[in-house]
């Protein structure tokens, strides 16, 4: 009795492993494809990057560092993960090489009100901040164009979606500002 | 404090039922009545809450410490039959009262897409131990109201004149639209 | 033998009206909800399960034989999770974004109480042929209800379908189409639709 059950679990083991073993490369270029065009939206001059394993406040952190055909860094990229109005915003985050300013942002998931929050993936919005400057901290103002040079307007409607991003973003530059420019940028 | 969020989240705001359409079966099929969607609702929580604490040890020190991520369905599913099989031997020998109650349920919610669900939501968000508990409890308890809701309305609605070809399952699954909507009211409670 | 086409026609064309899930046989809700918010997702899913009802029919038939009677819905619980788990890594692999748009709902075939319905009702009772029929016809006709579904939604959702605008900008959508209620919304209306069809058709034929 137990013995069939065995079987069939040895046979569907063996052939999950062989469909693994051939799916798994192509599943793993897949999300570097993806990485790789989300790094190059948001840092437009980078032609490659680097990958950067960092610990900030006793976690991992994934930085990558743009480079230029000449190998020149470029800036660097990293992912802001937070909560946004329903469920998490992923973003990709580009800064520039003096740390200054953002390069731009990409919003790779999200789960927010179609035609409303959702439209912070629309290049409209995105585009916003491309040349933000990031310090003291993005902030995002209603109904009117951007005031200073680290404001963006948020979506009419979309307040909290718009919110959740700016949110999100400034967590996550102030993050990674802890460990750069301090360090070294990696050759 | 995540943990209360957490709660939240799953129960009201992201309700399994309404905002993912996991449970639709029983919540369709088990909604009737309210006692039926009471017992039907209690068991299935104490199999979520369960099956997190028994699953999340199997993702973290089987699947992933041996490398072996493509076996989770396979995984995943035998030990909740199991699981569900075991705790039905259980009420069936120490309680026959609440055998009686609840016990028909028991195989059903093996097919629950609320408890594999919850399973693989916990792997995706990469909540630790103690989070996916808090996780499969509150999957579980936003089932229960969702269907305690619905069997309280449904038996409102058996008095009311729904026209035939609406009768059964089509008013059932308006109503659970107008639900859906009421509970988009929740969004937005926890920021950030 | 014209008997047994007759049969197997017979076992083909149930899924496809009388016993269409998930509008008649009440089945395999959660993904017709959960997916539909577009043609392309609902017939990937459709396709996705058709896939897997399948190969979990033939599987169980050619083993009915020699499982025994108490382990057997723990072998065709594996025996599906070992065909959605190989269709989810297809996907990922090769059509990623329909692997993201679907997301976790494709390992939710495993409870897709179709397959295992099919599985415990149908499969290990009849010999192959039958069971490949059922399958199919089961499968096509969850595949069209999806697609029937992802169609409605799609189009009163966002005014296009595929990506083709088909309502002009004078239409405004009816954003509660994407949303979760409208799928209950448009559900509950196609069962009723359904049924009013299934009478009319019972009415002609008892006439």
Redesign the interface.
């Known amino acids: 009795m137990f013995l069939v059950l065995t079987v069939i679990g040895a046979i569907s083991g063996g052939i999950l492993a062989g469909v693994f073993h051939v799916a798994d490369p192509l599943i793993q270029a897949n999300r570097e494809k993806e990485l790789k065009e989300a790094i190059f939206v948001v840092l437009p001059e980078a032609k490659d990057y680097k990958v950067m394993e960092k610990e900030i406040d006793k976690e991992k952190a994934t930085i990558y560092q743009g480079i230029d055909a000449n190998s020149k860094p470029v800036g660097i990229a990293f992912i802001a993960d937070g909560g946004g109005f329903q469920g998490n915003i992923r973003i990709m985050v580009g800064l520039s090489i003096d740390y200054l300013k953002l390069k731009g942002i990409r919003i790779l998931e999200q789960n927010e009100t179609p035609g409303l929050g959702n439209r912070i993936k629309e290049p409209a919005f995105e585009d916003q901040f491309k040349g933000l400057e990031i310090r003291p901290k993005i902030e995002y103002i209603k109904y009117r164009k951007p005031e200073k040079p680290n404001q963006i307007t948020a979506i009419t409607g979309a307040t909290i979606s718009s919110d959740a991003v700016v949110k999100n973003v400034n967590n996550a530059v102030s993050r990674v500002l802890k460990v750069f420019p301090q360090e070294e940028v990696v050759k | 404090m995540k943990l209360i969020l957490i709660f939240i989240s799953a129960s009201l705001?992201?309700n399994f039922v309404?905002?993912?359409?996991?449970?639709?079966?029983p919540f369709?099929?088990v909604s009737n009545k309210t006692e039926n969607a009471l017992n039907m609702g209690l068991a299935t929580t104490f199999v979520m809450t369960l099956t997190a604490a028994v699953t999340w040890p199997i993702y973290t020190y089987l699947l992933v410490k041996f490398n072996?991520?493509?076996?989770?369905?396979?995984a995943f599913?035998?030990a909740i039959?199991?699981l569900v099989q075991l705790v039905e031997m259980y009420i069936r020998k120490s309680s026959p009262a609440v055998y009686r109650a609840m016990g028909i349920y028991l195989p059903l919610i093996?097919?629950?897409?609320a408890?594999?669900?919850l399973a693989?939501?916990m792997v995706?968000?990469d909540y630790n131990y103690i989070e996916s508990i808090i996780f499969g409890f509150g999957t579980g308890a936003g089932f229960t109201l969702a269907m305690l809701m619905m069997s309280g309305i449904r038996e409102e609605l058996e008095f009311a004149d729904v026209p035939?070809?609406?009768q059964g399952?089509?008013?059932?699954?308006?109503i659970?639209?107008?639900m859906?909507?009421a509970f988009?009211g929740f969004?937005?409670l926890?920021?950030? | 033998m014209a008997d047994n086409n007759q049969n197997l026609w017979h076992e083909f064309q149930k899924g496809l009206w009388q016993d269409i899930p998930p509008f008649r046989l009440v089945l395999g809700t959660c993904p017709a909800l959960a997916v539909t918010n577009s043609v392309i997702n609902g017939i990937a899913m459709g396709l996705a399960t058709l896939f897997v009802l399948l190969f979990a029919n033939i599987s169980v038939s050619a083993i009915r034989k020699i499982v025994p009677a108490q382990v057997r819905i723990a072998a065709y619980v594996v025996i599906i999770a070992l065909y959605v788990t190989v269709a989810d890594m297809f996907l990922a692999a090769m059509f990623p974004p329909i692997s993201k748009a679907l997301g976790p709902y494709v390992p939710l075939i495993i409870v897709n109480c179709i397959i295992l319905g099919r599985a415990e009702g149908f499969a290990q009772k009849n010999p192959i042929t039958p069971s490949i029929m059922d399958a199919i016809g089961m499968g096509i006709g969850f595949a069209l209800s999806l697609a029937v579904m992802g169609l409605i939604r799609e189009i009163f959702g966002f005014g296009s379908i595929l990506d083709i605008k088909l309502l002009g900008a004078w239409f405004e959508p009816w954003i509660v189409m994407i949303l979760p209620a409208g799928a209950f919304f448009v559900f509950g209306f196609l069962v009723a639709l359904v049924n009013y069809l299934s009478r009319k058709k019972a009415e002609t034929v008892c006439h």
């Open positions: 705001i992201n309404l905002t993912y359409f996991l449970g639709i079966c369709l099929g072996i991520p493509f076996l989770e369905y396979v599913i035998i039959a199991a093996t097919t629950n897409c408890v594999l669900g693989l939501f995706l968000r035939k070809v609406f399952v089509s008013i059932t699954l308006i659970a639209g107008m859906a909507l988009m969004a937005g926890i920021r950030g």
